[in-house]
């Protein structure tokens, strides 16, 4: 069972909207972590933000918030106030402690959302 | 502050050939970790290093190898190299110590195989 699901393949949003993308995960162990990055054409991968399984509270940074929901294992992405540089792929990824040990773990990769903002 | 590097940014081979990438962490960080990203593909986990040794891998063949140095920087090496293996490799470095450090990540380098 695939552990990172993206469903939206691509998006065209308009400049200034808020935007929303989906990240669903599947885990059995009460202890990960869920990140999201941004990869632009030029191939880096950005972190954006980071959602503890514990944290009582959603994670913001900036323009990027985490809508997250535990008991339905999502993890969306929201970026508020889109603009022209937030075209670029978008990868959720998780880190499951059944992937390693003293910590570290690896991440694994959804298949990402290529987002495309509209002037 | 120096994030993560990647040397080269291109590289070009023919199959059967060996190829080297290298990467220096971002300042602080002791672990080392490398994905392969196929085209229209998320990243895919190879292995990771800490403390000069392997500490995980994930579902790759022997062909790739990898080595950390003391002062933390890393290759990958990939013998006999296939078509299949063209993609972008990239480099992710974070503190070792807890479990929920990020992976900051360098810019990759791009492979191709011909």
């Known amino acids: 069972a695939q552990k990172i699901t993206q469903t939206q393949p691509g998006m065209f949003v308009q400049e200034k909207e808020a935007v929303t993308l989906d990240c669903t995960y599947d885990?059995?162990?009460?202890?990960?972590?869920l990140f999201w990055y941004k990869q632009p054409s030029s191939g880096e991968m950005i972190f954006l933000i980071y959602?503890?399984?514990?944290?009582?509270q959603n994670a913001t940074e900036g323009r990027y918030s985490l809508n997250f929901q535990k008991a339905r294992k999502s993890a969306n992405l929201v970026i508020s106030a889109s603009q022209l540089g937030d075209s670029a792929m978008y990868f959720c990824?998780?880190?499951?402690?059944?992937?390693?040990?003293?910590?570290?773990?690896?991440?694994?990769f959804g298949t990402g959302t290529r987002l495309t903002i509209i002037p | 502050d120096a994030g993560v590097t990647q040397s080269p940014t291109h590289l070009i081979k023919t199959r059967g050939q060996q190829v080297t990438l290298r990467c220096s962490p971002k300042?602080?960080?002791?672990?080392v970790s490398w994905y392969q990203q196929a085209l229209g593909q998320g990243p895919q986990f190879i292995f990771q290093?800490?403390?000069?040794?392997?500490?995980q891998r994930g579902n790759f063949p022997d062909r790739f190898s990898g080595h950390q140095f003391p002062n933390y920087s890393s290759e990958l090496n990939v013998n006999a190299l296939l078509l299949g293996d063209s993609a972008l490799y990239l480099c992710?470095?974070?503190?070792?110590?807890?479990?929920?450090?990020?992976?900051?990540f360098g810019p990759g380098t791009r492979l191709t195989v011909l």
């Open positions: 885990t059995s162990d009460p202890s990960y972590g």
């Open positions: 290093y800490y403390e000069e040794e392997e500490r």
């Open positions: 959602q503890g399984s514990y944290d009582q």
């Open positions: 990824a998780m880190r499951d402690p059944r992937d390693g040990y003293f910590g570290n773990e690896k991440l694994t």
């Open positions: 300042s602080g960080h002791d672990t």
């Open positions: 992710a470095s974070s503190l070792g110590a807890g479990n929920t450090d990020t992976q900051y």
